[in-house]
């Protein structure tokens, strides 16, 4: 497999050495252990939001960093959780005397280790947990749903908030608040292939697709013949409607991502069927997010994310944000 790498064993490092290149007005990346953090030090008496989590999935978590998002990032090796010592640090280099709100998705790695940095932390720090995936209860990486999709969203919101200068206490209830209302779920074209491996992580046929998938390669709900784009969307968005469940007279944020190797040109176009089957459903789409977000790789698929919004919630996502994945209103 062809990939554009010098070493698979150090490309993170070099990933991260890049970043910091395209984005020193942004960011600052620490290389020992690895953290990236938002230019210009700690706000002072603001709450810092820290994320992290395995490579691979970029823009997530280090592209969100940046004014009116995250205030820090920690990468782990590609697809595995970082370590409690990259947290500490993370939450050490942002400490603006407000203390910190620890964004965790849902993998049994990174819940244990951004716990274990919450106990060593010198300041305040509260920790929420994102588990919108509706398309399986447990899976290889956790117990109970995957975090996915949603983080996006979350980060965006709850970073607004502890841009205008909300407490500790609001950041964390506005996060179980979001984290409430938002459900999420992918589909596979293709497996992905982790550079130090070499080989895809799962096989499918030229003509099936993964229903269900999970951000790392895992299983989902079903395997099956590939549908057309009406079809596809639909097997996404009707367990997401189900889950909560969503009704006529919502209003709601749409998210349709991209898995790394989709074309824009598929994204939109699958994004215009999901808006009209919510409208079909008296679903009113307020805000709208489409692209590569939260990815997997080279992955060739996509999710979709359904935010059930409130008017708090529409006035933080339009809030300024200034970072390397997301920019608007500065």
């Given amino acids: 497999m062809k990939k554009i790498i010098n070493d698979p064993e ?11 290149a395209a984005h020193p007005d942004l960011l600052a990346v620490h290389p020992d252990p690895a953290v990236v953090v938002r230019a210009g030090g700690p706000v002072r008496s603001k709450v810092a939001i820290i994320s992290g989590g395995g490579s691979g999935h970029e823009p997530l978590h280090g592209g969100f960093v940046g004014r009116g998002m995250l205030d820090a990032a920690c990468p782990g090796p590609v697809f595995t959780s970082p370590t409690s010592d990259q947290v500490v640090d993370a939450i050490a280099r942002t400490d603006g005397g407000a203390g910190a709100l620890l964004v965790v998705k849902n993998y049994t790695g990174d819940v244990l280790n951004f716990e274990m940095a919450a106990e060593l932390a ?14 399986v209860k447990d899976s290889l990486y956790t117990a109970g749903r995957r975090g996915v999709g949603g983080t996006v969203l979350l980060e965006k919101i709850v970073g607004a908030a502890a841009e205008r200068g909300d407490d500790l206490a609001a950041c964390e209830a506005l996060a179980l608040r979001v984290i409430a209302s938002v459900r999420s779920m992918g589909l596979a074209l293709t497996s992905c292939v982790v550079p130090h ?20 390669g895992e299983p989902g709900r079903q395997k099956v013949k590939a549908g057309t784009a009406s079809e596809m969307v639909s097997a996404l968005l009707e367990p997401i409607l189900d889950d909560l469940p969503f009704a006529s007279g919502d209003r709601v944020l749409l998210f349709t991502n991209g898995m ?4 824009l040109l598929e994204l939109y176009l699958a994004h215009g069927i999901a808006e009209q089957l919510l409208a079909d459903r008296g679903i009113t789409v307020e805000r709208r997010l489409v692209g590569p977000y939260i990815t997997s790789l080279e992955m060739q698929g996509m999710s979709l994310s359904l935010l059930r919004l409130d008017d708090e919630m529409v006035e933080l996502w339009d809030a300024p944000v200034h970072t390397p994945a997301l920019r608007w209103g500065v």
């Fill in 10 to 20: 150090t490309v993170v490092q070099d990933a991260l050495r890049g970043m910091q």
């Fill in 122 to 135: 010198e300041s305040e720090v509260r920790s929420v947990v994102i588990d919108d995936d509706v398309a």
């Fill in 197 to 216: 491996v070499g080989s895809p992580s799962f096989e499918l046929a030229d003509d099936e697709m993964e229903v269900g998938i999970g951000i790392h």
């Fill in 260 to 263: 790394g190797g989709t074309p």
